[in-house]
C-alpha cells in the first residue's frame, strides 16, 4: 500500500511520484526482472562453485548436467575475482547456445552475480522497510529529477523532495548521510521512492508546536537568517519562522536588510509579539539595546547648538543624524532668515556636516525639529537700527501685487510700497502704472514693524505735498483750463491738470444734453477746455466741467440758485485724485422713469 497521508502533504500524486521515477534514468537502471517462471529453476537463486577463470567469463557449477557462466563485467572495478574452489551466490537467467566463446557448443547457462545480490539485498530490505519509515541512507549519485540514495538498496529521491526550500544544486547532497521517510514502495518494479523534505517538515511541525508553547514576548532567542527581504528577514527559531521587520533591526537608519544581516547568519533576537492563531511571531533587533530616545532631552536640550550629517533631503526639508539612532528635522523654513530656498538641496547635500539648533522635541513621537538659520543672527533683529523711519533707501523691485510692491532693500528684507503712496496727485489703479519688477528705487522708510517683520515705504513722501499749498493757489473755482482726457469711467472723465496732477470732470458735466457712455463724447488722450467747479485740498480732489465752460456768471449763478432751491434728494458730485469719493457739488437724483422721459 501507498502511504497516501505522506504522500497528500506534500501535494503530490502517487501519478507524479511514479513519472518522476520513471523519468529517472536509475529508475531504468534498477533492472527489472520477470518473475514469470519458464522452467523450474529460472530465476532462482542457487550457490555454485567456481571451477576456473577464463579471459571473459568464469565457469561456474551449479550443480547441473551443463556448467554456468558469470561475465567478468558482474565483479565491479576494483573487486577481487573469485578463487577456483570458492563458492558463489548467483541467479539462474537462462540458457543460451554461446558457441565460439567456449569449446562445448552444447547449450550453458547464464547466471548473475549481480542481479542475485541485488534481489537478496532487496529482500532483506523488504523484511524491515516499510512506507513511511524513516531511513538513513548514503547518496550515491545524482540522476535525472533527482537523487539516488543508498539504504541497502538505491532508492529515488526527487529533486522537489530534497529539501524544503528547492537547493540550487542538489548535487551538493552527493557523498552526505541523510534521513529520509519512505513515501511508496513498488514491489513489482523493486523500486523506492523517499523524501527528506517530508521528514523535515514533520519534525518542524513538532518542534514549531513545542516552540510555541515556550516562546515568550519579551524573551531573548537565538535564530539562523533564512531569508531575506526588502521590507525585512526570515528567522529560523528552531522549527517556527519568525519576522525580523527592517524598522526593527536597528535604531539608525538602514536602506535594505542585506545592510546588516546575511544568509545563515546565527542572531540573537527578542520576541515582539506572538499570534497562536496564525502562528506569526515579531522579532526585534534593535531591542536588545536601550532606545537612545530614552534620553534624548537630557542630551539635546531645547536651544541648544550641536553638530549633525545630512542623511536625506526632501522637498520639504532635511534630515539631520545627531547619533545613531536620532535624526531630527530641518524644516525649509528654518533654514535662512533671508534666501527664498525652492528647495533644501539649494542649502545641503546629503553626508553634509553642519551645525543646528535643538527648536522642539516629541519624546512619544520620536521627532526633534530643528533649525539652522537660528545659528545665525536675525537680520530683523537690527532692521530698526539699520532702517529707522524717515530714513532713505534703495532697493530693488521684487514683485507687484493688486495693492503695491515688494521691495527688497537687502537680501531677504523687503518694504511694502503702497498703491497709496506712489504719488500725491495721480489715482493709482495698479503699481505697473508707476514701477515695473527689477526696476532699482528709492524710497522712505515710513514705518518699521520688527515684531511683525513689515516695513512700509512711500514714493511720493520724497517730495513735498504740493495740495499743501501749490495746488490751491493755482486752480480757483470758475478758472478755465486745458488738459488731455487720461482716462474714462462709467461716472466721469480725468483730465490731466499738470504733471502728476488730475481732475474728475462728472458725466453730468460734460455735455448740455444727457450723456449715457462718456466715451461718446471724448476719447482718452483728446485735450479739451474746461472750468474749474471745486478746489477740496482737506479731499486733495478737482471738480471739473465741460458744458459750463460758455456760462456767463449769471447763468452759473442761475443754476446754482436753481440747485439749491430744488426741493427732490440730492446726490453728491464726486471727483478728484485717489478715488471718486467726496463732495464736489450737489446734483439733483432722478429716477429711472424721470431719465427715460426725459
Not at 127 to 141: A, D, M, Y
Request: net charge negative; charged share 30%.
Amino acid at each position: 500500500m501507498v502511504n497516501r497521508n505522506l504522500i497528500r502533504s506534500l501535494d503530490l500524486s502517487e501519478d507524479e511520484l511514479l513519472t518522476e521515477l520513471a523519468d529517472a534514468s536509475e529508475g531504468r537502471a534498477l533492472e527489472e526482472i520477470d518473475w514469470t517462471t519458464q522452467e523450474l529453476d529460472l530465476n532462482k537463486i542457487v550457490e555454485g562453485k567456481v571451477l576456473r577463470l577464463e579471459d571473459e567469463y568464469v565457469l561456474v557449477d551449479v550443480g547441473y548436467k551443463s556448467e554456468g557462466i558469470v561475465f567478468r563485467s558482474e565483479w565491479d572495478e576494483g573487486e577481487s575475482l573469485p578463487e577456483p574452489g570458492s563458492i558463489v551466490r548467483v541467479l539462474i537467467e537462462d540458457v543460451e547456445d554461446i558457441h565460439g566463446l567456449v569449446d562445448d557448443s552444447r547449450g550453458m547457462i547464464t547466471l548473475s552475480k549481480r542481479k542475485a545480490k541485488k534481489i537478496e539485498d532487496w529482500m532483506k530490505v523488504m523484511e524491515t522497510v516499510r512506507e513511511g519509515n524513516v531511513v538513513t541512507g548514503l547518496v550515491t549519485r545524482k540522476i535525472k529529477g533527482g537523487l539516488l540514495v543508498d539504504i541497502g538498496v538505491n532508492v529515488f529521491l526527487p529533486a522537489s523532495q530534497v529539501d524544503i526550500r528547492r537547493p540550487a544544486d542538489i548535487g551538493d547532497y552527493i557523498n552526505r548521510v541523510i534521513q529520509c521517510v519512505v513515501l511508496k514502495i513498488d514491489e513489482a518494479r523493486r523500486n523506492i521512492v523517499v523524501s527528506r523534505r517530508a521528514l523535515i517538515e514533520s519534525e518542524r511541525a513538532e518542534k514549531k508546536a513545542q516552540l510555541l508553547s515556550e516562546l515568550e514576548i519579551g524573551q531573548r532567542r537565538k535564530g539562523v537568517v533564512k531569508n531575506i527581504a526588502e521590507f525585512g528577514a526570515f528567522v529560523d527559531l528552531g522549527g517556527i519562522d519568525g519576522l525580523l521587520h527592517i524598522t526593527d533591526m536597528s535604531w539608525g537608519r538602514i536602506n535594505h536588510p542585506s545592510e546588516m544581516l546575511s544568509l545563515d547568519q546565527e542572531l540573537e533576537i527578542v520576541i515582539l509579539h506572538i499570534d497562536y492563531d496564525k502562528e506569526k511571531i515579531a522579532l526585534g533587533l534593535k531591542q536588545r539595546m536601550p532606545s537612545p530616545w530614552e534620553s534624548v532631552e537630557d542630551k539635546y536640550p531645547v536651544g541648544s547648538k550641536i553638530k549633525g550629517s545630512v542623511v536625506n533631503v526632501m522637498t520639504y526639508g532635511a534630515f539631520v543624524k545627531l547619533e545613531e539612532g536620532i535624526e531630527g528635522l530641518v524644516h525649509i523654513s528654518e533654514m535662512s532668515w533671508t534666501r527664498r530656498i525652492s528647495h533644501p538641496n539649494e542649502l545641503v547635500q546629503p553626508n553634509d556636516e553642519i551645525e543646528v539648533v535643538v527648536l522642539k522635541i516629541d519624546k512619544e513621537k520620536q521627532e526633534i525639529s530643528l533649525g539652522m538659520k537660528q545659528t545665525q543672527e536675525n537680520p530683523w533683529d537690527r532692521v530698526m537700527d539699520r532702517y529707522p523711519p524717515e530714513s532713505i533707501v534703495k532697493g530693488i523691485v521684487r514683485n507687484l501685487t493688486n495693492y503695491g510692491a515688494f521691495i527688497e532693500i537687502e537680501e531677504g528684507i523687503d518694504g511694502l510700497l503702497h498703491v497709496s503712496d506712489m504719488s500725491w496727485t495721480r489715482k493709482i489703479s495698479h503699481p505697473n502704472e508707476m514701477v515695473q519688477k527689477g526696476q532699482e528705487l528709492e524710497c522712505r522708510v515710513l514705518s518699521v514693524d520688527q515684531e511683525r517683520r513689515r516695513i512700509a515705504l512711500g514714493l511720493k513722501q520724497l517730495a513735498d505735498d504740493p495740495w499743501a499749498g501749490g495746488i490751491p493757489t493755482r486752480y480757483q473755482p470758475g478758472q478755465i483750463v486745458q488738459g488731455p482726457v487720461t482716462k474714462i469711467t462709467n461716472f466721469g472723465v480725468f483730465v490731466g491738470l499738470e504733471e502728476g496732477l488730475e481732475g474728475l470732470l462728472h458725466i453730468s458735466e460734460l455735455a448740455d444734453h444727457k450723456v449715457d457712455n462718456p466715451e461718446d463724447v471724448v476719447k482718452v488722450g483728446e485735450v479739451i477746455e474746461v472750468k474749474v467747479l471745486r478746489v477740496d485740498p482737506d479731499e486733495r480732489k478737482i471738480g471739473l466741467s465741460r458744458k459750463r465752460v460758455e456760462w456767463a456768471a449769471e447763468e452759473e449763478a442761475a443754476a446754482e440758485k436753481k440747485l439749491e432751491s430744488t426741493s427732490i434728494d440730492t446726490t453728491e458730485l464726486k471727483g478728484g485724485v485717489g478715488d471718486d469719493s467726496g463732495p464736489l457739488i450737489k446734483m439733483p437724483v432722478v429716477s429711472e422713469s424721470e431719465e427715460e422721459s426725459s
